[in-house]
Nanobody, 129 residues
Framework: QVKLVESGGASVQAGGSLRLSCEASGYSDVINCMGWYRQAPGKEREGIAAIYPPDGSTYYAQTVKGRFAISQDSAKNTVYLQINSLKPEDTAMYYC??????????????????????WGQGTQVTVSS
């Protein structure tokens, strides 16, 4: 089955940047959208961005307001999330996900990704002032 492994989270100062990585294995077994979500303590899981690897189409949550960019390296089966101008409110656990529903869920077209969604273990981003 699909396995997703995130990396790149760190503790940084406000205004800094991070690039998170999600390496997928077994992804070619199915056609999936891949995306990023985050969840802060006491808050609901929030979709950020997604990408459709077969053609590179990208999808963004309206709330990211231009500070997030998703990209891929198809040869490495890796998806990236570039985060610029980090704010303390960005502090959260960031998760990679893969499923056809992911592209729709991050834009709000559906309320949540499918129960069949594959998830990574998460990588922590902590932003201090």
């Amino acid at each position: 089955q699909v396995k997703l492994v995130e990396s790149g989270g760190a503790s940084v100062q406000a205004g800094g940047s991070l690039r998170l990585s999600c390496e997928a294995s077994g992804y070619s077994d199915v056609i999936n959208c891949m995306g990023w979500y985050r969840q802060a303590p006491g808050k609901e899981r929030e979709g950020i961005a997604a990408i459709y690897p077969p053609d590179g189409s990208t999808y963004y949550a309206q709330t990211v307001k231009g500070r997030f960019a998703i990209s891929q390296d198809s040869a490495k089966n890796t998806v990236y999330l570039q985060i610029n101008s980090l704010k303390p409110e960005d502090t959260a656990m960031y998760y990679c996900a893969a499923d056809p529903s992911v592209c729709a869920s991050v834009t709000g077209s559906v309320s949540a990704p499918s129960v069949s969604t594959y998830w990574g273990q998460g990588t922590q981003v902590t932003v201090s002032s």
